[in-house]
């Protein structure tokens, strides 16, 4: 439960602008790129949004002019956009080209519902902008890709005037920490994030200013492997990566002086090397580290480092070396251990009470090489001991050096020591921790630190059933364990970018998170990995392995569908835009390779429970989802021949699929299983007229199935979205609130605090204790209870559709989503026979309420079975 606390908290902490905003109608959450006060980005035409904070009822923006400037006190006199009669929140700069390494401030004016103008102001700040912009040398220590210890590199110079400001641009093939004086900079982990490293290398910015003092100061930086030099090996070829390489780095440090004058330090030939205590790092395995080696002060100036080697110059990764604008890694949460179960002593496991992702932190003392093992496992033999077994199938070690999950700290003997990865994480609940010599351990001992994208939480669910709310928050566990820059299918066994779990759980992440700058950076790499005739690998980013197997349409069509759905959610159709040459390639090698409209490729419904549809039936689904959003995409950005020729596509491969697989007198498809029934539904094949029925059959089909699934990765997808949507919202809270084998609800009274791999726990192959793939239940909270959804013709919840179900079985239910324009709650409670209903919309927001019951009233008065509503909150009273 202190995960769900943690929501809360940042949670208010994001509701909070409106709540203190000054007067009503005044803008709030200023972002640029989405992002609060970035630091270094390249975007040349950034993007600004905001919120206006006023509750009262219907209140919307009327108008909205941007202002642009380098002088905070002086925005008047900059550039400025023109006035605009616009309820937009979201604007474009299309000012002159914008300078590197400059803070802009920009404010935006807002005339609320009465004319009143309302104003805020932020800031955001340039980087590179371009390539030739960096002053650095690319330097390495070593030539080898097989030397296991991790580089260290200093630098020390002089500040001969007082100093103004300071910023570090750091660009890494590999991981690092940054340390100036001894201090390390940042709170980031595993920065940079993971891309495919020859064709587009990421740097961060630091502001570095309170860091660096008149006089002498020392730069240090330590490199890892991360994914740039994979030396564990495993099935999917990590170490036979083309961009494979010891680590290596480029550093700008620019120094702007209290005159005005400008220092840059960088990386080159000056710089000296030397190997450190951690003797091996592997993103995929685990760390080693030997505190004997260790040199105290290595990143202060006082250091002697006259043992230490020049560094070597080295060419750079790629020659796109871009910005890294997105929500980082961190350690977001420290876990107490919950118990600890001692054999002796030097035998201890210590159990989380949860399964999440990243690291843990051992404080002991012990004598000198002391040598103590840290195993991370999901779960525990009969015995009590770690075991390893449902993560490291794929694992291929040609060794005993590299154990899976199992970091190793070798004690220097001075005293009280304390060891966390800086180069790994991994997916666990318990730690073994094995020591050669006697060691006294408690559970203070041990930390466990949940990493993940830091994405804000945007989300919330509560209802009268604990195991609901259970599922809900297990889903959102899952969902950010598997979110580290991209996304991912499980943190422990394959940390791989999986696109058919990455286009199932986009909306339950983009209901509970704002990730948008995450699955922006994904989709660069997806353009990134596409080849010229338009083929994608299955799991991205990737060293190669991919392109032969499992992506299908059923899985990367994440190259429209997760684009389509940001412009639903955010209203902002920049990576729609960014995609489009992506999306037509890809739809067109389909069509190419199947011209009748059915396509067999992919890997179909994945880990069913026990019934299998047909692979062309689920790929062929997804290929016209791909070909209906590229005409949409299509008609959005005014390219109507491309609409009318996408639009065509999509109704031939619609007529080919019914024309297969439905049996227009029964209203059955193919075989009749829930997942052919909820995919058709879900999907939009169905002919209107055949809707009705088909739903009825597919009610049945579950009723047949004892109101239990029977569907396996793509139908989890469908099946509850199928019936709610279709008449069946009661049959489908049966199914989604079940309790027994294979429900979710079975995973959470075993003991569940994440989602699984496998329906069946006892399963011995297929079963990591942390995946996102069966997460749509997540979004479906939001949706098929609390009834919320966007809407297309007004996208970014400009207009919300609510469309609630008050099932039977449940008492209460409460769903809130912060959308772009501002808070969003949908709560429901049943009275004796009536029901009352609560909805709250923000400000520059209407809704469109439907009711599947025909005695809905509104201020006493029958309002309907859809009625459009203001910004406002609205109480309705069912009878």
Same mark, same amino acid.
């Given at each position: 439960?202190?995960?769900?606390?943690?929501?809360?908290?940042?949670?208010?902490?994001?509701?909070?602008?409106?709540?203190?905003?000054?007067?009503?109608?005044?803008?709030?959450?200023?972002?640029?790129?989405?992002?609060?006060?970035?630091?270094?980005?390249?975007?040349?035409?950034?993007?600004?949004?905001?919120?206006?904070?006023?509750?009262?009822?219907?209140?919307?923006?009327?108008?909205?002019q941007l202002f642009v400037s380098v002088d905070s006190s002086a925005l008047d006199k900059?550039?400025?956009?023109?006035?605009?009669?616009?309820?937009?929140?979201?604007?474009?700069?299309?000012?002159?080209?914008?300078?590197?390494?400059?803070?802009?401030?920009?404010?935006?004016?807002?005339?609320?519902?009465?004319?009143?103008?309302?104003?805020?102001?932020?800031?955001?700040?340039?980087?590179?902008?371009?390539?030739?912009?960096?002053?650095?040398?690319?330097?390495?220590?070593?030539?080898?890709?097989?030397?296991?210890?991790?580089?260290?590199?200093?630098?020390?110079?002089?500040?001969?005037?007082?100093?103004?400001?300071?910023?570090?641009?750091?660009?890494?093939?590999?991981?690092?920490?940054?340390?100036?004086?001894?201090?390390?900079?940042?709170?980031?982990?595993?920065?940079?994030?993971?891309?495919?490293?020859?064709?587009?290398?990421?740097?961060?910015?630091?502001?570095?200013?309170?860091?660096?003092?008149?006089?002498?100061?020392?730069?240090?930086?330590?490199?890892?492997?991360?994914?740039?030099?994979?030396?564990?090996?495993?099935?999917?070829?990590?170490?036979?990566?083309?961009?494979?390489?010891?680590?290596?780095?480029?550093?700008?440090?620019?120094?702007?002086?209290?005159?005005?004058?400008?220092?840059?330090?960088?990386?080159?030939?000056?710089?000296?090397?030397?190997?450190?205590?951690?003797?091996?790092?592997?993103?995929?395995?685990?760390?080693?580290?030997?505190?004997?080696?260790?040199?105290?002060?290595?990143?202060?100036?006082?250091?002697?480092?006259?043992?230490?080697?020049?560094?070597?110059?080295?060419?750079?990764?790629?020659?796109?070396?871009?910005?890294?604008?997105?929500?980082?890694?961190?350690?977001?949460?420290?876990?107490?251990?919950?118990?600890?179960?001692? /054999?002796?002593?030097?035998?201890?496991?210590?159990?989380?009470?949860?399964?999440?992702?990243?690291?843990?932190?051992?404080?002991?003392?012990?004598?000198?090489?002391?040598?103590?093992?840290?195993?991370?496992?999901?779960?525990?033999?009969?015995?009590?001991?770690?075991?390893?077994?449902?993560?490291?199938?794929?694992?291929?070690?040609?060794?005993?050096?590299?154990?899976?999950?199992?970091?190793?700290?070798?004690?220097?003997?001075?005293?009280?020591?304390? /060891?966390?990865?800086?180069?790994?994480?991994?997916?666990?609940?318990?730690?073994?921790?094995?020591?050669?010599?006697?060691?006294?351990?408690?559970?203070?001992?041990?930390?466990?630190?949940?990493?993940?994208?830091?994405?804000?939480?945007?989300?919330?669910?509560?209802?009268?059933?604990?195991?609901?709310?259970?599922?809900?928050?297990?889903?959102?566990?899952?969902?950010?364990?598997?979110?580290?820059?991209?996304?991912?299918?499980?943190?422990?066994?394959?940390?791989?970018?999986?696109?058919?779990?990455?286009?199932?759980?986009?909306?339950?992440?983009?209901?509970?998170?704002?990730?948008?700058?995450?699955?922006?950076?994904?989709?660069?790499?997806?353009?990134?990995?596409?080849?010229?005739?338009?083929?994608?690998?299955?799991?991205?980013?990737?060293?190669?392995?991919?392109?032969?197997?499992?992506?299908?349409?059923?899985?990367?069509?994440?190259?429209?569908?997760?684009?389509?759905?940001?412009?639903?959610?955010?209203?902002?159709?920049?990576?729609?835009?960014?995609?489009?040459?992506?999306?037509?390639?890809?739809?067109?090698?389909?069509?190419?390779?199947?011209?009748?409209?059915?396509?067999?490729?992919?890997?179909?419904?994945?880990?069913?429970?026990?019934?299998?549809?047909?692979?062309?039936?689920?790929?062929?689904?997804?290929?016209?989802?791909?070909?209906?959003?590229?005409?949409?995409?299509?008609?959005?950005?005014?390219?109507?021949?491309?609409?009318?020729?996408?639009?065509?596509?999509?109704?031939?491969?619609?007529?080919?699929?019914?024309?297969?697989?439905?049996?227009?007198?029964?209203?059955?498809?193919?075989?009749?299983?829930?997942?052919?029934?909820?995919?058709?539904? /879900?999907?939009?094949?169905?002919?209107?007229?055949?809707?009705?029925?088909?739903?009825?059959?597919?009610?049945?089909?579950?009723?047949?199935?004892?109101?239990?699934?029977?569907?396996?990765?793509?139908?989890?997808?469908?099946?509850?979205?199928?019936?709610?949507?279709?008449?069946?919202?009661?049959?489908?809270?049966?199914?989604?609130?079940?309790?027994?084998?294979?429900?979710?609800?079975?995973?959470?009274?075993?003991?569940?605090?994440?989602?699984?791999?496998?329906?069946?726990?006892?399963?011995?192959?297929?079963?990591?204790?942390?995946?996102?793939?069966?997460?749509?239940?997540?979004?479906?909270?939001?949706?098929?209870?609390?009834?919320?959804?966007?809407?297309?013709?007004?996208?970014?919840?400009?207009?919300?559709?609510?469309?609630?179900?008050?099932?039977?079985?449940?008492?209460?239910?409460?769903?809130?989503?912060?959308?772009p324009n501002g808070k969003i709650i949908t709560s429901w409670k049943k009275r004796g026979?009536?029901?009352?209903?609560?909805?709250?919309?923000?400000?520059?927001?209407?809704?469109?309420?439907?009711?599947?019951?025909?005695?809905?009233?509104?201020?006493?008065?029958?309002?309907?079975?859809?009625?459009?509503?203001?910004?406002?909150?609205?109480?309705?009273?069912?009878?």
């Amino acid at each position: 439960m202190k995960l769900i606390s943690a929501f809360l908290v940042m949670y208010v902490w994001i509701s909070l602008p409106s709540a203190i905003a000054a007067t009503p109608g005044a803008p709030a959450g200023l972002k640029c790129e989405y992002l609060e006060r970035p630091l270094g980005i390249d975007a040349r035409h950034p993007r600004f949004t905001w919120y206006i904070a006023d509750d009262r009822p219907g209140a919307k923006q009327t108008a909205y002019q941007l202002f642009v400037s380098v002088d905070s006190s002086a925005l008047d006199k900059g550039w400025k956009s023109p006035r605009s009669a616009s309820q937009n929140n979201i604007a474009v700069y299309q000012g002159p080209a914008l300078q590197p390494f400059t803070r802009y401030y920009w404010r935006v004016d807002v005339w609320d519902k009465d004319g009143k103008k309302h104003s805020a102001a932020s800031s955001f700040e340039t980087g590179m902008m371009e390539i030739d912009n960096w002053k650095g040398a690319w330097v390495s220590d070593l030539n080898d890709v097989h030397a296991k210890p991790a580089g260290l590199f200093r630098k020390v110079f002089r500040a001969g005037k007082k100093i103004s400001s300071a910023r570090a641009y750091i660009a890494v093939g590999g991981l690092y920490e940054l340390y100036i004086n001894g201090d390390r900079i940042g709170n980031h982990r595993l920065d940079p994030m993971y891309t495919r490293f020859d064709r587009r290398t990421l740097y961060v910015t630091y502001d570095v200013t309170s860091q660096l003092k008149q006089g002498a100061n020392a730069i240090g930086v330590m490199l890892g492997n991360g994914w740039y030099n994979h030396q564990s090996t495993a099935v999917w070829y990590f170490d036979k990566a083309p961009w494979r390489a010891r680590p290596t780095f480029c550093l700008d440090l620019r120094v702007t002086y209290a005159d005005g004058s400008v220092e840059t330090i960088t990386t080159g030939k000056d710089w000296k090397t030397a190997l450190g205590p951690v003797i091996f790092n592997s993103i995929y395995t685990a760390e080693h580290y030997d505190a004997r080696l260790e040199q105290p002060g290595w990143n202060t100036v006082r250091f002697d480092d006259g043992k230490w080697k020049n560094v070597l110059l080295r060419a750079a990764p790629s020659t796109n070396i871009v910005a890294q604008a997105m929500h980082p890694v961190e350690n977001v949460e420290a876990i107490r251990v919950k118990t600890v179960n001692k /054999f002796s002593d030097s035998l201890y496991v210590f159990d989380l009470g949860r399964n999440i992702s990243g690291v843990s932190k051992l404080t002991v003392r012990g004598d000198s090489g002391t040598v103590i093992r840290l195993v991370h496992a999901e779960q525990l033999h009969k015995n009590g001991r770690a075991d390893l077994s449902n993560i490291d199938v794929h694992y291929r070690p040609t060794d005993d050096k590299d154990p899976f999950q199992t970091d190793i700290f070798i004690l220097s003997g001075n005293g009280e020591e304390t /060891f966390m990865p800086r180069f790994n994480y991994k997916g666990f609940q318990y730690v073994e921790v094995v020591s050669s010599k006697p060691v006294q351990l408690k559970k203070e001992s041990l930390t466990g630190y949940f990493m993940h994208s830091a994405v804000p939480p945007v989300g919330r669910i509560s209802s009268s059933n604990p195991v609901i709310d259970k599922i809900w928050t297990a889903t959102n566990n899952a969902y950010l364990s598997n979110l580290f820059g991209y996304p991912t299918d499980c943190p422990q066994r394959e940390k791989n970018g999986w696109t058919g779990d990455g286009q199932i759980a986009v909306e339950t992440g983009l209901y509970s998170f704002d990730g948008i700058t995450v699955y922006e950076k994904w989709l660069a790499d997806h353009r990134d990995e596409q080849q010229p005739n338009g083929v994608l690998p299955s799991i991205i980013p990737t060293g190669g392995w991919g392109y032969e197997w499992g992506n299908g349409p059923d899985w990367t069509s994440t190259i429209a569908i997760i684009p389509w759905n940001i412009y639903l959610f955010y209203g902002d159709t920049s990576l729609l835009a960014a995609c489009y040459d992506n999306i037509k390639r890809y739809v067109d090698h389909i069509d190419d390779l199947y011209p009748s409209g059915l396509t067999s490729w992919g890997l179909g419904d994945w880990v069913p429970v026990k019934s299998k549809s047909p692979v062309e039936f689920t790929s062929t689904a997804y290929y016209y989802t791909d070909a209906t959003i590229l005409a949409k995409t299509a008609k959005l950005l005014g390219k109507t021949d491309d609409y009318t020729k996408y639009n065509a596509l999509a109704q031939k491969i619609r007529k080919a699929f019914n024309d297969k697989y439905l049996d227009p007198q029964t209203g059955i498809y193919s075989k009749g299983l829930q997942t052919e029934l909820s995919v058709a539904l /879900f999907w939009g094949l169905v002919p209107e007229n055949m809707k009705a029925t088909v739903a009825a059959n597919l009610a049945k089909r579950v009723e047949q199935d004892n109101f239990h699934l029977d569907v396996g990765l793509l139908g989890t997808k469908a099946i509850l979205n199928a019936l709610s949507e279709n008449g069946y919202a009661d049959v489908a809270y049966r199914v989604a609130s079940q309790e027994d084998f294979p429900s979710w609800g079975w995973w959470i009274v075993n003991g569940a605090t994440t989602l699984y791999e496998n329906w069946d726990i006892t399963a011995t192959r297929d079963m990591s204790r942390n995946h996102i793939m069966f997460g749509e239940i997540g979004a479906w909270l939001y949706k098929g209870l609390g009834g919320i959804h966007p809407d297309e013709a007004q996208p970014g919840f400009r207009n919300v559709i609510l469309e609630p179900h008050f099932v039977a079985g449940l008492d209460h239910f409460e769903a809130e989503h912060t959308g772009p324009n501002g808070k969003i709650i949908t709560s429901w409670k049943k009275r004796g026979n009536a029901i009352d209903y609560t909805i709250t919309i923000p400000a520059n927001s209407t809704a469109t309420v439907r009711f599947d019951v025909p005695n809905a009233y509104l201020k006493g008065k029958l309002a309907g079975k859809e009625v459009k509503v203001a910004a406002g909150t609205h109480v309705f009273e069912i009878r």
